[in-house]
C-alpha cells in the first residue's frame, strides 16, 4: 500500500515479499556500521525481522519505517518512516539506504514526505531522531529537516547517541 508520494519517490508498507532487499540493506556496510548488526543473514531471518519489526508497528502503532521506491525505475533503494521505542517518549524518525543510493536527495525527500506525513495524516506533534555522534551525514540531514540537539542518551549500554527533536 502506497503511503507517500513526492517527485521522485514512493514509499509504501513493507511486506513479506521484500526479505531480499532486506537482507541486502540490513547487510550493507552503512547499516552494520551505524545502526548495528541485527543477526539478519538469511531469507528466514529476514522474513521474521519484517514480522517482527514494520509489520507489527504498522498493525500497534499505525505506522512504521516504509519502503522507499526511486519512482522512474521502480527500484527498492531505502527505508524511511516511525519508529516507537518504548525507551523514548516520542516516535523517532528512520532511515537507511543502499549504499549506491546515498548522497542522491533520496533521504532527504523521503524524510520530508515522512514528516508531512506525520503532521498532516498521523497528526503527531513531535518527533525523534537518534544518531551516533561520528554518523556526519545523518546528523546533518537531521539538521536540514529542523531537528535540534537536545542532549547525549544511552539507549542500551554503552552506545552514547545523539537525541534530536523536531517540533511539527
Known sequence: MNVIETDRLILRELDLNDFR????????PGWLQYIGDRGVKNERQAREY??????KNYKEYGFGLYMVEEKLLGLPIGICGLLKRETLEHPDLGFAFLPEFMGKGFAL????G???HTKSKLKLE???AIVLPNNKSSIRLVEKLGFQYQRSIQLKEGEDLNLFQVDL
Do not use: Q
Request: charged share 10%; hydrophobic share 60%.
Open 21 to 28: 532487499f532486506i537482507l541486502a540493506l540490513l547487510n550493507s
Open 50 to 55: 519484517l514480522l517482527n519489526g514494520p509489520l
Open 109 to 112: 525527500k523521503a524524510a520530508k
Open 114 to 116: 515522512v514528516l508531512e
Open 126 to 128: 513531535t518527533i525523534l
